[in-house]
């Protein structure tokens, strides 16, 4: 078999890999869509990408029900491609499709020190949460301590050069860059450095009661979200606690309703914000002029998913090509690891 030549090529786009797991409903919310995947899509042209579904990741938390797993990963894909990651740009694919991956993590399952595993301040929280939770100490997988080498496995195995994470994967990018060192040192040359690409510009998009839109806090509106869906989470969202009147100042700086107003209105919040502090406009108002702008801006992204989830096939033949093209690549690198291991 014949190997691609380890350096990249001077005329060769830069790799980028990035992925979400399909954990919940696997539907997508406003944190997701402008904490990542809205500078995957800025990047889709300039990189080589692959953005994947991280179907295994989700295994090691919740391996009791992998029947609701398909199903999340669908609505994944959908989100991904609503929000505009084009599946002709970029492999849009299944981490489980691609094997390779799990070849490449049991490799690095033997170079990776235990040590290094239960540092990962991210296994840390779940172990402790999972206590607390009075889940048992069976309840702490091997693949949970694992989840890291995986991670690694993940963006190794296409020798990306790029990964745009939040600020919460640093600990796991890091974790990659430790073991591709040693791999090199190990057995040559083999993998680049990943580096993070850690998106801060946007900053933390708040939930509609002021703390982080998570999937977790009950708190998100969702790319999915029908119109009236919308309607009702802004009206039920967390205003400035002193304000009971139109009258009262407003703090838009403490309201979840002003914030998400400036994200999505950057060009005309100002003028809402000011009469918001000077008590000349209520919270209904500004309640009603965010449904109407958030639903503006979700109502292609909603069509457009609709369209792929009616049309399975349409959907699985994307999930096929995506995988197919990654494979490709990944198939590439393992023959490269093998020869460099003496497999
Ligand atoms: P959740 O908190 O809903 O479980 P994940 O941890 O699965 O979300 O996050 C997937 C990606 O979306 C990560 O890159 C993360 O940094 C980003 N993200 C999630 N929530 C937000 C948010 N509220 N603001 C900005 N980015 C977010
Ligand atoms: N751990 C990431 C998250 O929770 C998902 C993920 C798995 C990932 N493998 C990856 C992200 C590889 C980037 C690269 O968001």
Redesign the pocket.
Known sequence: MSTPAVKQQAHEKKRLLSG??P?GPGAL?L??L???LRTWVRLQDEYEMYCFIADWHSLTTRYQDTAAIGPACREVAADYIAAGLDPNKCAIFLQSHVKEHAELQLLLGMITPVGWLERVPTYKEKRDLLQERGEGDESVSYGLLGYPVLQAADILVYRAHSVP?????AAHLEMSRELARRFNRLYGDTFPEPQALI?ED?G??P?IDGR?????YGN?IYIRDDADTVARKVKEAFTTPSKMRKSDPGVPEKCAVCQLRKLYDPTGYSASWEEDRQGLRGCMQNKAELTEILNDMLNPMRVRRAELLADPAELDRILTHGAEKARETAEATMAIVRKAMHF
Request: charged share 20%; proline share 0%.
């Open positions: 979400m797991q954990t919310h944190g997701n402008e904490g990542a994470v939040g600020r919460d994967q998106m946007t933390v998009i939930g982080k839109m998570s999937k977790s998100a």
